[in-house]
């Protein structure tokens, strides 16, 4: 049968409204797939950026120690103050190498799938202490005095010591890399119905309310290249909010133009009641923790 023209028309306009919808989700499709190339090539970049810090945040260290040492070495033995100041440095060179090292072995461990939290009853109150004076000498350095409150004055509480430490060791970091000159750092712990919060507040130099979202993204910076002004390689926060999340807890920042306050909060659980006891809660630090 032969169709007129009129008829032609109506048939292929017909046609084509049925093929609008395949239409539309064909461009929908290639739309999401150009969103997800976007985010992958998003992703290498900040891979990359962050093998070459943690690149240079290894090496540095090393360096620093190994001419230090050199120079103890070589000097005299009467000139104990300047070998002390050295020592000192050494020291603290170790620490933070140490420090990073550990954070880079947890999120291997949480990306791996691995890090279930071995849960004892803790004494919240001496980690914590314990990790106040294991960044005193950094703390120096900057004249900061770090104030610590807690209510109870002593508390116990059912949870992976090393997993706590190394969340506590990345908050105490952060607020003392972005914390101004002479000024303080508050941390308090408190004993709530619903679980354990811990807020550890600086007065620094803030987060603004658009970049609040980036902070715990991995790998992320909010400076980068030859700008960076502050140490760290972008990881810190991600494994202390996933950490968090390994707990069953969470992590959460309030900031304004001065100032950051992080607040960890942790849940009480009931299949975590029954645990072992650890008085001194770690002094080994975060062995093997976590990321993603």
Do not use: C
Not at 83 to 100: C, P, R
């Amino acid at each position: 049968m032969k169709l007129s023209d009129e008829e032609l028309i109506h048939e292929l306009q017909l046609r084509l409204s049925e093929k609008q919808p395949s239409l539309k989700e064909m461009n929908d499709l290639m739309a999401q797939l150009q969103q997800l190339n976007k985010k992958l090539e998003q992703s290498e970049t900040m891979k990359s950026n962050f093998l070459s810090n943690i690149r240079n945040e290894i090496i540095n260290p090393f360096t620093a120690i190994l001419g230090l040492s050199e120079s103890i070495l070589k000097s005299s033995g009467e000139d104990m103050d300047k070998v002390k100041t050295m020592a000192s440095l050494i020291h603290l060179e170790a620490f933070g190498l140490d420090f990073q090292l550990r954070n880079i072995f947890a999120a291997a461990e949480l990306e791996a799938g691995e890090g279930h939290p071995q849960i004892i009853t803790t004494e919240i109150t001496n980690l914590l202490k314990g990790a106040i004076d294991s960044f005193k000498e950094m703390a120096n350095r900057k004249i900061l005095v770090i104030e610590f409150s807690s209510s109870p004055s002593e508390i116990k509480f059912n949870t992976d010591p090393l997993k706590f430490q190394l969340i506590i060791s990345n908050l105490l970091s952060n607020a003392i890399e972005f914390s101004y000159p002479d000024s303080k750092i508050n941390i308090y712990a408190g004993l709530q119905s619903e679980g354990l919060v811990i807020k550890v507040t600086d007065y620094g130099i803030g987060i603004k309310a658009v970049d609040v979202p980036k902070i715990f993204d991995r790998f992320q910076q909010l400076e980068s290249g030859m700008t960076k002004s502050h140490k760290g390689h972008g990881l810190g926060l991600a494994v202390a909010q996933a950490l968090a999340e390994n707990l069953k807890g969470t992590l959460s920042v309030s900031s304004g133009k001065q100032g950051s306050t992080f607040i960890l909060f942790l849940p009480l659980s009931e299949e975590w009641n029954n645990s072992n006891y650890s008085e001194e809660g770690n002094d080994t630090f975060f062995i093997n923790e976590e990321k993603f």
